[in-house]
């Protein structure tokens, strides 16, 4: 079972409207928490990186929140933009050294 | 300054066929990471590279191996290629160690196709 659980699994928004998207996880030990972004045919880009003392970090138009006791995290977009569209990628490491957790991943389509 | 480069962008292969895909860090980054994502899932690891020796494995066959050169770029071999062995291949690295709290840079993959 995949310790780190993206929702929803797809979703539709119009330009300039904001959307959450989730991720839960199980892994533990944990040390931080990652939002990537990854546009089709290519490689992840990082959003944000949260430590088990963060509970709010912003890059942009993008705001990560961490809830460590409840193991939840969310990824806010502000005034949602075309070239939004990609999927975001939840990520949590801890435990065995350099091996990070990967979600599925949330596929986001920004429309005019 | 030069990201994350990866080699062949794109691949076809047959099944049995092996093949090796080639990874150039970002200059002065001393740790290389190896994933696999299938189409639609998320990435997943498969090795770790430091300093050229191998820190960490994840769960895949005997059939992958790795290597890192004294330059710090990296080889990713896949023997005996299976269909579900297509996928995009990532290669991230890392400064310092490498360790769980370091960021990662990740290059934009090579898609390995198994006919």
């Known amino acids: 079972k995949n310790q780190v659980e993206q929702s929803p699994q797809s979703l539709i928004i119009l330009e300039g409207k904001n959307c959450t998207l989730q991720c839960n996880y199980t892994v533990s030990p944990f040390s931080n928490l990652r939002w990537y972004k990854q546009d089709t045919g290519r490689g992840p880009v990082s959003l944000t990186i949260m430590t088990f003392s963060e509970n709010t970090k912003s890059n942009g138009r993008y705001t990560a929140t961490l809830d460590a006791d409840t193991k939840q995290s969310s990824l806010h977009i502000t005034a949602s933009q075309l070239s939004d569209s990609a999927s975001y990628i939840c990520v949590v490491s801890g435990g065995s050294w350099g091996k990070f957790q990967f979600g599925a991943g949330t596929q986001v389509v920004v429309t005019p | 300054d030069a990201g994350v480069t990866q080699s062949p962008t794109h691949l076809i292969k047959t099944r049995g066929q092996h093949v090796t895909l080639r990874c150039s860090p970002i200059?002065?980054?001393?740790?290389v990471s190896w994933y696999q994502q299938v189409l639609g899932q998320g990435p997943q690891f498969i090795f770790q590279?430091?300093?050229?020796?191998?820190?960490g494995r994840g769960n895949f066959p005997d059939r992958f191996s790795a290597r890192q050169f004294p330059n710090y770029s990296s080889e990713l071999n896949v023997n005996a290629l299976l269909l579900g062995d297509s996928a995009l291949y990532l290669c991230?690295?890392?400064?310092?160690?490498?360790?769980?709290?370091?960021?990662?840079?990740f290059g934009d993959g090579t898609r390995l196709s198994i006919l």
């Open positions: 200059s002065g980054h001393k740790s």
């Open positions: 991230a690295s890392s400064p310092g160690d490498g360790g769980e709290n370091q960021p990662q840079h």
């Open positions: 590279y430091y300093e050229k020796e191998e820190r």
